[in-house]
């Protein structure tokens, strides 16, 4: 049986799949030509990321497919309730990345409470001339120990973000109307110390959080516009690496311009793959493009993932 894994697939996962019988082809047919390709090679499964789509037209066109894979979490380019309708297995890999992005959030924070995003944007132009003055701009950082992590949304994401926090001596409180109670396990050299928490109100965690994360669906509104800023406070921190648009961008910039908001770091924007300028030019926003989940470790379990479920539904 032939597999298509049009965006790639990690080594480890396509080994998994030969040994188990099946031929995985990882070259990229151009979106145009994939019915064309899947009929004329038979392909049974189709591997995707975020680049190819998978539509109805596809999905009608191609009755030798018995499956349709995503590697990563979201799924939003593929007609998945069509799919399943069909009969096709729609396949994701939700888990898998959890741990990057929590380490990604971990990197923003420990990045911001020490300026260490914008020393380095300012170092190579004035790091001769201005040493003294940068050192002066630079001296007033906080430590994460002891602070408070307010964690909104604390499905996969979020709690592996808190077993980080709770790992560097934080503290955390987290939102979450379907999580009332939950074990963080914190791994402390290799034993794991179990941690045991409780859902806050959404107001709660504003007004507790020195920090807040976010790490929930995005949702018809903003998650954290004006009146949420207004109960967090003074100087906090935010941090999304959840979806653009869950918080709202021109609430952000008010706030961080009256200092209400000390710093954001965001992964993810509202306008991908073109976000606003003044986000990326702003001197209080640490940024990076959208690569919570992008780590190599996080590709091989996808990889895995992904054979593991195959072996287990075609084989
Ligand atoms: P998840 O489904 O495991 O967790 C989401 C949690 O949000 C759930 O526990 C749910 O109960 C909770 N929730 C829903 N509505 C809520 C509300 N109103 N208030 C509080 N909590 C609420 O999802 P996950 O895998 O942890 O992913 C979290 C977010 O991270 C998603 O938006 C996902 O798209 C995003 N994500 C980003 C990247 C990246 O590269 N930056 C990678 C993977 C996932």
């Not at 959890?98 to 944007?121: I, K, P, W």
């Not at 709202?248 to 965001?266: F, R, Y």
């Not at 590709?299 to 075609?314: C, H, N, V």
């Amino acid at each position: 049986m032939k597999i298509l894994a049009n965006d790639g697939i990690a080594t480890i996962g396509k080994q998994q799949l030969e040994t188990a019988g099946f031929t995985v082809v990882t070259e990229t047919v151009p979106q145009n030509d994939l019915i064309q390709t899947i009929n004329n090679e038979n392909y049974v499964a189709l591997l995707v990321r975020s680049a190819t789509t998978v539509r109805k037209d596809l999905i009608d066109a191609c009755p030798s497919l018995k499956l349709i894979g995503r590697g990563g979490v979201g799924m939003d380019n593929i007609d998945v309730a069509y799919a399943r309708e069909k009969g096709l297995h729609v396949i994701n890999t939700p888990a898998s990345s959890s741990q990057s992005v929590a380490e990604l959030v971990m990197a923003h924070l420990f990045g911001a409470v020490r300026f260490v995003y914008d020393a380095n944007r300012q170092m190579p132009t004035s790091g001769i001339t201005e040493f003294k003055t940068l050192k002066k701009k630079y001296a007033k950082g906080l430590e994460l120990r002891g602070k408070t992590l307010g964690i909104i949304g604390f499905g996969r994401i979020g709690q592996a973000t808190a077993s980080y926090a709770l790992g560097c001596g934080m503290n955390v409180v987290y939102t979450d109307p379907f999580a009332e109670k939950t074990t963080i396990n914190v791994k402390v050299g290799n034993q794991l110390v179990a941690v045991e928490l409780t859902s806050y109100t959404k107001e709660q965690v504003l007004t507790k959080a020195d920090f807040i994360s976010l790490h929930i669906p995005k949702l018809g509104q903003p998650t954290i516009g004006n009146e949420e800023f207004a109960r967090m406070k003074d100087g906090v921190i935010i941090i999304n690496t959840a979806r653009g648009g869950v918080v709202d961008e021109d609430a952000l910039i008010a706030h961080l311009n009256s200092g209400k908001v000390a710093h954001a770091a965001l992964d993810v924007f509202e306008n991908e793959p073109t976000p606003r300028e003044d986000l990326l030019k702003h001197p209080k926003i640490s940024l990076t493009p959208h690569i919570g989940a992008a780590t190599l470790e996080a590709q091989d379990r996808i990889g895995e993932e992904l054979a593991s479920q195959i072996k287990e539904l075609l084989l």
